[in-house]
């Protein structure tokens, strides 16, 4: 276990009922104001570390494998993630559910290239089925690049936080270590 440098007054935890209430209030109503993918993802790649945005995407991806039935060994399998991981989002569904169930039926299907090989007909006859595939190719190549681009946002965030905490940390060892020597 890493050493904290920082005293135990300024965790979460410690903080008084109201202003936790108005830390969750502002949470909610920031989720709330949300009006499309891209400023959801500019909140969640502003908001959360790479550690927290994986978990909350295992979570979200367990509970949709769990509502369409998938077993637990195959979602283990799948998404690497422990049993218990799966027990804690499966009693979350079981206690309530209703925010998960809600969002889940709501997610749009990923958009992915055509991989249908085209029939030996004249391309002249086939016109509107080349056309269709590739706008369905350009649509889910451009999801997946912003995909792609956002996670690379996320870890060249994850890059920067560790060299903050490893300043930060340096920073107060140093410190306490002088007030040792006083």
Not at 36 to 54: G, H, P, R, V, W
Request: hydrophobic share 35%; proline share 5%; with cysteine.
């Amino acid at each position: 276990m890493k050493n904290s440098y920082f005293t135990p007054e300024k965790r979460l935890d410690k903080v008084p009922p109201y202003l936790r209430e108005d830390l969750i209030f502002d949470l909610i109503n920031a989720f709330g104001l949300v009006k499309n993918s891209f400023e959801a993802a500019q909140l969640l790649q502003d908001l959360l570390t790479k550690k927290e945005l994986d978990n909350l995407s295992k979570r979200l991806r367990i509970a949709k494998k769990m509502l369409s039935g998938s077993k637990q060994e195959e979602i283990v399998d799948e998404l690497h993630c422990g049993f218990g991981t799966i027990a804690r989002v499966q009693t979350w569904l079981h206690q309530g559910g209703a925010g998960l169930r809600n969002i889940i039926v709501k997610l749009p299907i990923r958009k992915t290239p055509p991989r249908k090989k085209l029939h030996a007909l004249p391309p002249s006859y086939r016109m509107p089925q080349i056309a269709f595939e590739a706008i369905q190719h350009l649509r889910a190549h451009n999801e997946s690049s912003k995909i792609k681009k956002f996670i690379e946002k996320v870890e060249e965030k994850a890059i920067g936080d560790k060299s903050l905490r490893e300043a930060n940390d340096e920073y107060y060892r140093n410190k306490a270590g002088s007030k040792r020597k006083i």
